[in-house]
């Protein structure tokens, strides 16, 4: 097992990206859905990965066209996160890495706690979810005898500020933050907790503030995977 810690930093942009895909790779793409993750989808597939990506379920909610593939994740649900593992699986190529996605700022943005009943709901969508799907995705390359599990945290730009300018936080944006801080914690544990774990390797990237926007951080994600392949 081998853990590779990496900071994003800025990189040229590539500005032509096709959809071509190799029989050899395939990937989940989750944490943030489909069309959010446009920018990773299609960093994935101009490296030569079969992709999968989860989709909301919302009515009306766009899925990937062919040849990605989508799958409406119900984040509540551990039988939704095995689902979606299994049907990966049967619908790529082959499964060899997942991508495990935690963008605070768009969190803050659509999360609001307001009674215990949205408290819930957050919960299982902000940090019950990554677990779910972490199990099922190391019990699944387990058995198909290997994989790589790569958790890239994007964090909220103006953190740092909080305590300087001692800005009120509302409840919702608090929760948030704070869940950010578990996905670190969750994605560093689970990395060490497996460190003995037969061919499966852990990737944890956080996003630099100065990358502007998901392609660039999308961008570095698949050149490291690519590095930590060529190191094995």
């Not at 919960?123 to 990554?130: H, K, P, R, V």
């Not at 387990?142 to 953190?159: D, I, M, R, S």
């Not at 409840?171 to 497996?194: D, G, P």
């Not at 499966?200 to 994600?221: K, M, S």
Request: one cysteine or more; aromatic letters at 10%; charged letters at 20%.
């Amino acid at each position: 097992m081998h853990v590779h810690r990496v900071v994003l930093r800025v990189l040229e942009k590539r500005e032509k990206l096709c959809y071509t895909f190799s029989m050899d790779k395939g990937i989940i793409i989750a944490g943030k859905d489909f069309p959010e993750t446009l920018a990773f989808v299609k960093a994935a597939s101009a490296n030569g990965y079969s992709v999968m990506a989860s989709v909301g379920g919302d009515e009306g909610a766009q899925i990937p066209a062919e040849p990605v593939k989508g799958f409406v994740w119900q984040k509540a649900s551990p039988v939704s996160a095995r689902s979606f593992v299994f049907e990966a699986q049967t619908a790529l190529p082959k499964l060899t890495h997942a991508l495990l996605i935690f963008d605070t700022l768009s969190y803050i943005k659509k999360i609001h706690v307001h009674d215990s009943q949205t408290l819930s709901s957050a919960i299982d969508e902000l940090i019950a979810s990554y677990m779910h799907i972490t199990r099922e995705l190391l019990g699944r390359f387990a058995k198909l005898g290997g994989g790589t599990l790569c958790f890239v945290f994007k964090p909220y730009p103006e953190n740092a500020k909080f305590g300087a300018r001692k800005e009120t936080v509302s409840s919702s944006h608090a929760f948030v933050l704070a869940a950010a801080s578990a996905f670190k914690t969750f994605a560093e544990q689970t990395a060490l907790s497996n460190a003995f774990a037969s061919g499966i390797d852990f990737l944890l990237c956080e996003e630099d503030p100065a990358a502007e926007n998901d392609g660039e951080t999308a961008d570095f994600v698949f050149s490291a995977l690519s590095a930590a392949e060529t190191a094995k």
